[in-house]
C-alpha cells in the first residue's frame, strides 16, 4: 500500500483512488478521475458493458464501453507513462543490473554489469558497453538519459505523445470529428474525409476555452463552499432551537402533571418534535452530501484543468479538450443552489394553565349546621358541580391545550 514516505514528484496524481497505490495501467472516466484498470474491474464485476455505473470518488455515472472498461482512454499527460518514470527512478536506490547483459548470462546476475543510462525509445537500463549500439542506430540516435534521481521528471518532458493505435508513431493532428489525437497513418486510413488540425492549434484554442470555463468552475466553488457553511450554520441553529424547545415541553409538561394533568399531551408534542428533528436531519444530510459531491467535482475539474493549462505539451491539451470542455458544462449546468433546503425555525408556546388552578375536581369542605340541633356543627363532603360537568370541562380544556401547543409548531 501507499504510504507517507513514497515522495515523488508525480505521487499527487499517481495513485489510484479506490487500492491507493502506484497506478497499475490507469484509466480515466468522463468526470476525470483515473483508477487502476484491475481496480475499476474489480469495482464492476457484476456490471456488464453499457451498463452505467457511479465513478467511486465523485458518483457522476459513467457507461462501461461495449468492448469493456480495457477501451476507456489513458488519464491527463498519459499517466502510464508517468507510471513508467516512477518505477524506473525508484530502482535506482538499489544497483540495477544491465538487462542486455542479463538475458545473455541466463539470468545470472553476478555476471552481469550494472546498468548506467535508461534508453528512452526502448524502455531498457543498460550498461555502457550494451548502450553504444543505441547510440548508433539506422534511424537515428537513441535518447540516453543517466539513471538518476532526476529521471523521473525528465523523461516526462521527453517522452514524445504516441498514437493510441499506432504507438510507434507520434501524434500530430487532432480529429475534431472524434475528439482525439492521431497520428499522419490514422489520417491516412480513417480520417482522411475529418476536419482535422495541428496539435499546436487546436491547442491554443483549447487552452483558451479551458481557462474560460476553469475561471467560472473556480467562482462556483466559492459558491458552494459558502452555500455549504451556510447550511451547515443553520443545522447548528435548528438543533439549538429544537433543543430548547424539547426543554420547554418537557418543562410544561412537568407544571401540568403538577396539576395532576396526564403525560399523553407531553409526549405527543415531543414525539412530533423529534419526528421533525429526524425529518430535517435528513433532508439536510442529503443537500449537504449534494453539495460536497458538486464541491469534489468542481475542485477536481479545476485541479486538473490548472494542471494541464500549467504544465501540458500541446497532444497533452487536445487529448481531453474535448472532455474537460464537456464536463464544464455539466458541472456548470448542474445548479445545486437550486435544490437548497433549510430547516424551519421552531418556537415553543406553552399552554395557559392557568384556568386549570380553578377548577375544582375533587370538590370542597363545607359545614352546616342542622337547624333542629343548634350548636352542633358536622363536616360534610359534597361537590359544587356534578362529576359529569367537570368531567367535561376538563376534557374541553385538555382539547384546547392541544391545539395552542400544535399552532406553536
Known amino acids: 500500500m501507499a504510504t507517507a514516505t513514497s515522495v515523488s514528484l508525480t505521487a499527487d496524481r499517481t495513485n489510484c483512488a479506490i487500492c491507493l497505490d502506484v497506478f497499475d495501467n490507469p484509466k480515466s472516466l468522463p468526470c476525470l478521475?483515473?483508477?487502476?484498470?484491475?481496480c475499476l474491474q474489480g469495482y464492476c464485476k457484476d456490471k456488464c458493458p453499457g451498463d452505467e455505473i457511479?465513478?467511486?470518488v465523485c458518483r457522476k455515472a459513467f457507461l462501461i464501453p461495449s468492448d469493456g472498461l480495457g477501451d476507456l482512454q489513458y488519464h491527463v499527460f498519459e499517466r502510464q507513462r508517468t507510471v513508467d518514470a516512477r518505477k524506473v527512478s525508484s530502482e535506482q536506490v538499489r544497483e540495477v543490473r544491465c538487462v542486455v547483459c542479463l538475458e545473455d548470462s541466463d539470468g545470472n546476475s553476478e555476471e552481469t554489469a550494472t546498468a548506467t543510462v535508461y534508453c528512452v525509445d526502448c524502455k531498457q537500463k543498460l550498461c555502457e558497453r550494451c548502450s553504444r549500439p543505441h547510440r548508433k542506430m539506422p534511424g537515428g540516435a537513441h535518447r540516453l538519459k543517466p539513471l538518476g534521481a532526476e529521471l523521473e521528471q525528465e523523461l516526462i518532458h521527453l517522452e514524445a505523445s504516441s498514437c493510441d493505435k499506432h504507438t510507434d508513431k507520434q501524434?500530430?493532428?487532432?480529429?475534431?470529428?472524434?475528439?482525439?489525437?492521431?497520428?499522419v497513418l490514422c489520417y491516412a486510413v480513417q480520417h482522411r474525409n475529418h476536419e482535422s488540425g495541428e496539435i499546436p492549434e487546436v491547442a491554443k484554442n483549447f487552452r483558451l476555452r479551458i481557462e474560460a470555463n476553469d475561471k467560472q468552475v473556480v467562482s462556483s466553488i466559492g459558491v458552494l463552499r459558502h452555500l455549504l457553511k451556510e447550511r451547515k450554520q443553520d443545522l447548528s441553529t435548528f438543533f439549538t432551537d429544537t433543543d430548547k424547545v424539547e426543554k420547554a415541553i418537557l418543562q410544561a409538561g412537568d407544571e401540568i402533571k403538577q396539576m395532576h394533568l396526564v403525560d399523553n399531551q407531553t409526549s405527543q408534542l415531543v414525539s412530533e418534535l423529534q419526528t421533525l428533528k429526524s425529518d430535517c436531519i435528513k433532508k439536510a444530510q442529503v443537500m449537504e452530501e449534494r453539495i460536497q459531491l458538486a464541491l469534489v467535482a468542481h475542485e477536481s475539474f479545476h485541479t486538473h484543468s490548472r494542471e494541464l493549462l500549467d504544465k501540458g505539451r500541446p497532444s497533452d491539451v487536445t487529448r481531453p479538450g474535448r472532455q474537460l470542455l464537456d464536463r464544464a458544462t455539466q458541472l456548470l449546468k448542474n445548479d445545486v443552489t437550486a435544490l437548497d433546503f433549510r430547516p424551519p425555525r421552531v418556537t415553543f408556546a406553552p399552554a395557559d394553565v392557568?384556568?386549570?388552578?380553578?377548577?375544582?375536581?375533587?370538590?370542597?369542605?363545607?359545614?352546616?349546621s342542622y337547624q333542629n340541633q343548634p350548636g352542633i356543627k358536622h363536616l360534610t363532603y359534597c361537590t359544587t358541580l356534578s362529576l359529569y360537568n367537570l368531567f367535561m370541562q376538563y376534557v374541553v380544556f385538555l382539547q384546547r391545550a392541544a391545539m395552542l401547543a400544535l399552532q406553536a409548531l
Open 354 to 368: 392557568t384556568p386549570l388552578t380553578r377548577l375544582n375536581l375533587v370538590g370542597k369542605v363545607i359545614i352546616d
Open 33 to 38: 478521475h483515473a483508477f487502476c484498470l484491475k
Open 54 to 56: 457511479p465513478c467511486p
Open 171 to 183: 501524434v500530430e493532428l487532432y480529429c475534431h470529428q472524434c475528439n482525439e489525437n492521431i497520428c
